[in-house]
């Protein structure tokens, strides 16, 4: 719960442009900030209608491979724990350790597999609409 309190208020902070020398003892790191997945491609424009954001908290044990799914809303997170392997249909491999972000692909088939020694855990947020799906399946 901790993490996910410093997640937001990091999230706060750059949110309000606020320094983090503006306020004694905290500490900003910029973790992703870009207009690009992170296999290169544009973000598409956000959805049209009511918008909903939802944040997950997902640990995916050593060994576990998820099945093929795309997004079709942009999302990104942070991996608090463990080591993360994403991959794309078209074979485009990001390996993401403790504590970096990910701006994920959008309307990209692709797939997760933790292939280390402990639980990955990572936290996502998707920017999405209330009347539509955040997570396709094959």
């Known amino acids: 719960m901790k993490r996910l309190f410093c997640v937001l208020l990091l999230v706060l902070l750059l949110s309000n ?3 983090a020398a503006e306020i004694k003892g905290v500490a ?3 973790l992703s900030k870009s207009d690009l997945s992170w ?7 956000y959805p049209k209608g009511k918008p909903e954001i939802t944040i997950l908290m ?3 044990q050593p060994g576990v491979v998820l099945p093929l799914h795309k997004h079709p809303v942009i999302n990104a997170g942070i991996l608090l724990s463990g080591e993360l392997t994403v991959v794309t ?5 990001l390996q993401l350790k ?4 990910i701006i994920e692909v959008v309307n990209t088939w692709h797939y ?3 292939e280390g020694n402990f639980p990955a855990e990572i936290v996502v947020f998707y920017a999405g609409t209330s009347d539509a799906p955040i997570t396709l399946y094959q």
């Open 39 to 45: 296999d290169g491609r544009i973000l598409p424009d």
């Open 58 to 60: 997902i640990k995916i």
């Open 98 to 101: 403790t504590g970096e972000g």
């Open 28 to 30: 900003v790191k910029m």
């Open 17 to 19: 442009n606020i320094s």
């Open 89 to 93: 249909d078209d074979g485009k491999v």
């Open 112 to 114: 997760g597999k933790n």
